[in-house]
Structures are given as structure tokens and as C-alpha cells.
């Protein structure tokens, strides 16, 4: 699972992650702008879960693998940091 960076949390809120399927820009590269806007503006304060890859594959209709590359991403970015066991 997926951390913002900061103290460890609770429950994440939910947002509602659009993406358009007729885009030039690929479905992860909008799910990463989108998270990272979340992240920046606040939306997910630091310490909140990110949903997990099941429930965001669930909310935007993309595949796991795809949610799964888009959250590696973040956490190379250092955006987020994943925390073992949650």
C-alpha cells in the first residue's frame, strides 16, 4: 500500500479520478497527474492511504497492473512511500 510521506494514517478520502479514454495522454500518465495534484493541492493530506490498487482499478476502470505502475511511480518520485503490511 501507498503512503503519502509523513506520519503513518488512517483512511483515505475518496476522489473522484477521471480518466479520458480518448486522450492522446496515456491513462497512467492522467492517474499520476491526478494523484500528484491531490497530493499537492492537500486532497490527501499527509498520512493518508492511497486507495488500494483493487479499488482505484474498481473507481477508474484501468487495470491493477496499471494503478500498480502509477503507485511505483509515485513512490519513485517521492511522492508517496509505500509502508509494508498495510
Do not use: C, W
Request: glycine share 4%; hydrophobic share 40%; net charge neutral.
Amino acid at each position: 500500500m501507498a503512503h503519502i510521506k509523513a506520519p503513518l494514517l488512517a483512511d483515505y478520502p475518496m476522489l473522484n479520478f477521471q480518466i479520458q479514454s480518448d486522450s492522446d495522454v496515456p491513462a497512467s500518465k492522467q492517474l499520476f497527474a491526478q494523484i500528484q495534484f491531490a497530493i499537492a493541492s492537500g486532497q490527501y493530506p499527509p498520512a493518508h492511504r492511497l486507495p488500494s490498487t483493487r479499488q482505484l482499478a474498481m473507481i477508474t476502470g484501468l487495470h491493477r497492473n496499471t494503478i500498480s505502475k502509477v503507485y511505483q511511480q509515485l513512490e519513485e518520485s517521492g511522492l508517496v512511500e509505500s509502508v509494508a503490511g498495510s
